[in-house]
């Protein structure tokens, strides 16, 4: 099987560093990997929501205002 992957730079630098780990401190490389992702994901939703705010919501909310003011 192994013949059938590619062995492209980061995979050979991937199977050096991690070739040597037990079970448990993989699981802790893969459990960290995944919080550092679920953070970079809040950080995006966050960034998001506020641009939702400001592109979306906020000239909605000012265009009715107008409206109903008679402004404009």
């Not at 730079?9 to 050096?16: A, L, N, S, V």
């Given at each position: 099987m192994s013949d059938k992957i590619k062995m492209t730079p980061k995979r050979i630098k991937f199977i050096e560093?991690?070739?040597?780990?037990n079970?448990?401190?993989?699981?802790?490389?893969i459990?960290?990997?995944q919080q550092l992702q679920?953070?970079?994901?809040?950080?995006?939703?966050?960034?998001t929501s506020v641009?939702?705010?400001w592109l979306v919501a906020l000239?909605?909310?000012f265009?009715?205002?107008m409206v109903v003011f008679?402004?404009?």
């Amino acid at each position: 099987m192994s013949d059938k992957i590619k062995m492209t730079p980061k995979r050979i630098k991937f199977i050096e560093t991690y070739a040597n780990f037990n079970d448990h401190e993989t699981l802790k490389e893969i459990l960290f990997a995944q919080q550092l992702q679920i953070e970079k994901l809040e950080k995006i939703r966050s960034n998001t929501s506020v641009l939702v705010w400001w592109l979306v919501a906020l000239p909605l909310i000012f265009g009715i205002l107008m409206v109903v003011f008679g402004i404009g």
